[in-house]
């Protein structure tokens, strides 16, 4: 079992920058594969990043490749989502997702079964 906190969601202007943090529970973080995913107000859940067990291997939505860094802190139990370069269209409700996955790779973005509560960005223009 992992449980998931996300922490770092706020206000910001275009072009500004924010900082997402998971915080997750259990001694096992280290073999759970993890992402970060989206919603905007009417629209679906979307894929944003994902990363490895090991930080070794990423993945990006090509909406963000280049604003966005996805990283972790297995020491820490933490996993990072730095977003620069925000847009309006960046603002959603951003959710940190945990799956485990030891085999190394990353999981397609329906695999993932636990789910934190969720921060609001909200990047104006």
């Known amino acids: 079992q992992v449980q998931l906190v996300e922490s770092g969601g706020g206000l910001v202007q275009a072009g500004g920058s924010l900082r997402l943090s998971c915080a997750a529970s259990g001694r096992t973080f280290s073999r759970y594969a993890m992402g970060w995913f989206r919603q905007a107000a009417g629209k679906e859940r979307e894929f944003v990043a994902a990363i490895s067990f090991s930080g070794g291997s990423t993945s990006y939505a090509d909406s963000v490749k280049g604003r966005f860094t996805i990283s972790r802190d297995n020491a820490e139990n933490t996993g990072y989502l730095q977003m620069n370069s925000l847009k309006p269209e960046d603002t959603a409700v951003y959710y940190c997702?945990?799956?485990?996955?030891?085999?190394?790779?990353?999981?397609?973005?329906?695999?993932?079964?636990?789910w934190g509560q969720g921060t609001q960005v909200t990047v104006s223009s």
């Open positions: 997702a945990a799956v485990y996955w030891y085999s190394g790779g990353i999981p397609g973005p329906d695999r993932y079964n636990y």
